[in-house]
């Protein structure tokens, strides 16, 4: 059986991106400070009906001026919970650990809503029902404390990647192409972190239109379209690209309108050559441009992107697996890593990270209660 080293702890990590696909999870040992060992992984798909109900909750938040209770997103997170307490069982029956072996599990919910302008944002979910439900400490709600001390609230993830990247020749770039971008850049001694724009979000929600498919598999559609540069020009015309960081955006701060009456191939082509610029833009922001660009998310399995963004910056785009990452469970890894560091006391974000006056410790704690097994 697998146990923890003296210093170390058994964590899980559970990660629902803006893509709403399902759920990632991962089991490392950690001490807050590295990734000690790797231990498994699991991914469960969300079923249509959760998805749903998820797409309907966020489309509710986006008429709310705070948040608060609402039948709608009240049941769309129970839903999320339960799925959430499934993949702690499934990952710990395919990888053969007893749960409690398991120091804690980090639990990020569902963002439905983000506005840091507003000084919120919303992560649905139970922390203390997945605890009873897994009979494991959960640490749950890591953005609101760093919104309160006058942070962004994100990228959350940025830390752990310093953590992985010790090693690196830099100035180096860890992209994240999840739903949002964000870019993570290493110089010799200084780092910075920041959203960059749309990443798959847009890609996703016009081939989900037009074909029903989740994603441009392969990006084959993008491949076979042309860009219309006058619409890219039109999307890429916005000032909050020229706002130096901190910065985040909430997952639906940008449509697909612009692309409206194009065919389904240069509509794909145009949002993908839009994310890749964006990443381009980004790069103004840093202090020196990355001999190479990491890249992790689902947007790296995406062939046309990576070119793009290769082309645009014209720098090294690599998948973070050429440096022995695992790009599909890196976020999920991130949170048990987070939630180690909340229960230890040590920051989880940074003045570099979400512009946080001060290293702040985020994320709430729910202690195993005895109670329940089902939902």
């Known amino acids: 059986m697998v146990a923890a080293n003296e210093g170390t702890m058994l964590a899980v ?3 629902s991106g803006t893509s709403m696909d399902g759920i990632d999870a991962a089991l490392i040992e950690t001490d807050g400070e590295g990734l000690n060992r790797r231990i498994g992984f699991h991914f469960i798909h969300y079923n249509e009906a959760t998805r749903e109900r998820l797409r309907a ?3 509710q938040a986006a008429g709310m001026a705070q948040p608060g209770p609402d039948p709608l997103i009240d049941e769309a997170a129970h839903d999320l919970t339960l799925a959430h307490a499934a993949a702690v069982r499934a990952l710990l029956a395919a990888t053969g650990i007893a749960a409690a072996a398991v120091g804690v599990v980090g639990f990020h919910g569902q963002t439905i809503a983000h506005r840091p302008e507003r000084g919120w944002t919303w992560q649905i979910g139970d922390g203390a029902l997945l605890s009873r439900l897994t009979g494991i400490r959960v640490v749950h709600d890591f953005r609101s404390a760093d919104i309160a001390a006058g942070g962004q609230g994100a990228p959350l993830a940025p830390g752990y990647h310093r953590a992985l990247a010790s090693g690196l020749a830099r100035p180096l770039g860890v992209l994240n192409l999840g739903g949002v971008g964000n870019l993570t850049w290493f110089g010799a001694d200084t780092w910075l972190s920041f959203d960059t724009g749309p ?7 016009w081939v989900r239109s037009h ?7 392969g990006g084959a559609l993008a491949a076979g379209g042309a860009v219309h540069g006058d619409v890219l020009d039109t999307l890429l015309d916005n000032p909050w690209f020229d706002l130096a960081p901190p910065k985040s955006l909430d997952r639906d701060a940008w449509a697909t309108q612009a692309v409206r009456g194009l065919s389904v191939e240069d509509g794909a082509a145009t949002l993908t050559a839009f ?7 980004a790069l103004n922001h840093v ?10 998310g689902g947007g790296r399995h995406n062939p046309s992107l990576m070119a793009m963004l290769a082309a645009r910056t014209g720098i ?3 998948p973070v697996e050429m440096v022995a ?8 890894q991130a949170f048990a890593w987070l939630a180690v560091r909340v229960l230890a006391g040590k920051p989880t974000s940074w003045p570099e990270t979400t512009g946080v006056p001060v290293a702040t410790t985020g994320g709430s704690v729910a202690e195993i209660l005895r109670g329940s097994n089902h939902g």
Do not use: Q, Y
């Open 13 to 15: 990590g559970l990660m």
């Open 57 to 59: 909750a966020c489309a």
């Open 199 to 205: 990443g798959n979000a847009l890609i996703d929600d």
């Open 211 to 217: 074909t029903g498919a989740d994603r441009d598999e």
């Open 275 to 281: 994310t890749a610029a964006t990443v381009d833009l």
């Open 287 to 296: 202090p020196e441009r990355p001999l190479r660009l990491l890249v992790t």
């Open 316 to 318: 090294a785009v690599d």
């Open 325 to 332: 990452w695992h790009g599909d469970e890196l976020e999920a």
